[in-house]
């Protein structure tokens, strides 16, 4: 692909405050077919809106199973995103001309919100709904800290309760992060607690000491299922999630417009999914139009590989089997990765949506190993000056990666990729690379066929 001519002249591409999206994109209808339905666990047939009324508010239920394209965002959630969006997309010149490739790799940069992530782009509507429904605390996992701080930032906003179970090696590994939602006025537990029943029968297990997502999962879904005015909200993986950060690939896809360009390939980190889906979704209708004919590929942890190394079946969201049934690439709802320090990645299932589209060979996945992500985020900050959380940081090293390639081949690539948020309470991360301290996970084989031997039975 040549370069434009417009695409010579710009580092930081904006658009102005008018040009920002105004709906959220739903992919389910242009698919060429749905998703499997959510299965209730008791009865194994699809969940209907009743079954999730005490967790979600009846506006987010509607979204969740919605068959429009497109869902207006109210005014009250618009006037919150303008304090940030559009977000920035950058042309990373200084890594380009450190790594001597024809490539020409931009990234939206999402760390520009408050709370330092793309998570506010669903914390705010949550919590938006929820105020709406007349709920008045919500409770709700975090892995890495990103989203329960983005839920307690957006809860701030509306008035409301947040409660917030941090998964136990993250909770001891970042108490900046904890305080950081403490300021926003969150309730913060480690996970597995003792203020659960679910906590407290995992914390007898030693292998659940470090805890995971599931089991977070399991302790905020039970504190909100027995009060009326409590509600649950989750970070990623379910549709109406994935449909609000959707904002960020229509943002993209005016930035790249304005100088002509278009991705040859679309590179997002996943773990839940919802980064991924924001990115690539948009992109994803344009190539179903012909418009254009991008890769796609997913990046995730090498210790936690759902899409490329679990099953695709019915499984639990959580790890006590509280919620319903999902078909997604899992590895089990039993199964604890290892504490990497890309916490946010640490979820034993692929977002449902995510994992169809996969499985109708619309998109490729590759994992990677932290060091060779911590070393691609070294160079990355310190020629683009952003520190990156280190989620991020697995896209980074394949668009590193796939930049390398074109300088072999001497071909023009256009790489375009989402740095979900920035690493400033990621620090104790970088000091163990920089010092030679981390390590790559070993995969464990017998840990892996385990927990895909407790799937549900359908």
């Not at 339905?37 to 699809?46: A, D, I, R, S, V």
């Not at 950058?90 to 790799?105: G, H, V």
């Not at 307690?152 to 939602?181: H, I, N, T």
């Amino acid at each position: 692909m040549g370069l434009s001519k417009d695409a010579k002249s710009f580092t930081k591409i904006t658009l102005d405050e008018s040009e920002m999206p105004t709906q959220w994109y739903n992919i389910i209808p242009d698919l060429p077919s749905p998703p499997p339905p959510p299965l209730h666990p008791g009865t194994h047939q699809p969940v209907g809106p009743a079954d999730l009324a005490p967790l979600f508010p009846m506006d987010l239920i509607m979204q969740e199973v919605s068959t429009d394209s497109y869902i207006d965002i109210p005014g009250e959630v618009l006037d919150v995103y303008r304090t940030w969006r559009p977000s920035p997309l950058f042309r990373a010149r200084r890594l380009e001309k450190l790594l001597d490739t024809p490539a020409r790799i931009y990234y939206k940069y999402e760390g520009v919100s408050p709370a330092g992530s793309h998570k506010t782009n669903t914390s705010v509507p949550q919590a938006y709904y929820n105020k709406k429904a007349g709920i008045k605390k919500i409770t709700t996992e975090t892995g890495a800290g990103q989203w329960g701080t983005a839920l307690a930032f957006a809860c701030s906003l509306f008035d409301l309760e947040c409660e917030v179970w941090q998964v136990g090696g993250s909770y001891d590994a970042k108490p900046y992060r904890r305080l950081m939602m403490e300021v926003f006025g969150a309730n913060v537990h480690r996970s597995p607690s003792q203020l659960t029943e679910a906590g407290r029968k995992l914390a007898l297990d030693p292998k659940n000491h470090s805890g995971s997502l599931g089991i977070a999962i399991s302790e905020a879904v039970e504190a909100a299922v027995t009060d009326p005015t409590v509600a649950y909200a989750l970070g990623s993986v379910l549709n109406h999630v994935l449909m609000h950060q959707t904002i960020i690939g229509e943002e993209a896809l005016k930035q790249l417009a304005k100088v002509g360009e278009t991705p040859d390939l679309l590179v997002g980190c996943t773990g839940g999914g919802s980064n991924f889906a924001g990115l690539s979704f948009p992109f994803i209708r344009e190539k179903l139009k012909g418009k254009m004919n991008p890769e796609i590929r997913a990046v995730e942890p090498a210790s936690c590989p759902s899409l490329t190394r679990g099953k695709y079946a019915y499984d639990f969201g959580d790890t006590a089997g509280m919620t319903p049934l999902m078909k997604m690439h899992t590895l089990g709802h039993d199964f604890i990765p290892d504490p990497i320090h890309a916490g946010g990645l640490r979820y034993h299932g692929m977002a449902p949506l995510i994992s169809h589209i996969y499985e109708l060979g619309m998109m490729t996945a590759e994992s990677v190993g932290q060091k060779e992500c911590f070393a691609a985020a070294v160079q990355f900050a310190r020629t683009e000056g952003i520190v990156p959380a280190p989620e991020p940081t697995h896209a980074i090293a394949v668009a590193i990666a796939e930049a390398l390639k074109a300088k072999e081949t001497g071909e023009e690539k256009v790489i375009l990729t989402a740095l979900c948020g920035h690493g400033h309470f990621d620090l104790a991360a970088y000091d163990a690379f920089l010092n030679g301290n981390m390590v790559d996970s070993a995969i464990n084989e017998k840990d892996f066929e385990a927990a895909l031997a407790a799937l549900p039975v359908m």
